[in-house]
């Protein structure tokens, strides 16, 4: 997934939570996405 769709799904979720009352301080992404390394076999991502 391109580094810029990442950030747009991270901005969805994010929205989402807030969306249902949710208090979001900080969001962390970690793993093969972080570090640019993903591949077939990285976790998917749903929005």
């Known amino acids: ?5 990442v950030e747009v799904t991270i901005k969805e979720y994010i929205n989402a939570l807030k969306a249902k009352k949710i208090r979001v301080e900080k969001a962390i992404l970690f793993g093969s996405y972080a570090r640019g390394q993903e591949n077939k076999d990285s976790d998917k991502w749903e929005p």
């Not at 997934?1 to 769709?5: D, F, L, N, T, V």
Request: hydrophobic share 40%.
């Open 1 to 5: 997934m391109a580094k810029k769709q």
